[in-house]
């Protein structure tokens, strides 16, 4: 799934951080070629994975870290980015959360954030990690197959 840059940020579990990586992310994904609208979508699907990672997966234990990593995809069939975003925590069953869109579920005020990653982005996946906890791996692909990574 990866070719072309990477980029990989590790931070302590810390919210303080979300901004910075917003920057990160936004900067590769112009980058990449993402038009602004994907940029946002993007922007909200990693927000919601940093925030898993530091409250769900590390337990907000600032001396657990949050790894972050941007790649941008080129001579793919579609070009675009690749971000993988993972903890140090003891891991989840992907498959026990709870489906928020279930009516028992609807007024709750947690649980909607895997379901905006997933349809904000083009593909997404959970696995473990040999080091411990999980990785998200999320794609955004570029809608114009004509455009072209930017160079600074």
Known sequence: MTSGNTVRVDFHSSLEMLDLI????????RRAGLD????????????????????????????????????VLQG???????IRVRDEGCGFDPSTIADPLKQENLLKSTGRGILMMR?????????????????VRMLKR???????????
């Open 22 to 29: 917003q920057l990160v992310s936004d900067h590769i994904g």
């Open 36 to 71: 602004e609208e994907a940029l946002h979508w993007v922007g909200v699907a990693l927000r919601e994975s940093v925030i898993n990672a530091i409250k769900h997966g590390n337990c907000s234990d600032v001396r657990k870290r949050v790894h972050v990593e941007f790649t």
């Open 76 to 82: 793919d069939a579609v070009p675009g980015l690749a």
């Open 119 to 135: 349809s904000f982005m083009d593909e997404m996946t959970f696995q473990r990690t040999a080091e411990g906890g999980m990785e």
């Open 142 to 152: 570029r809608d114009n197959a004509e455009c072209r990574i930017v160079n600074d």
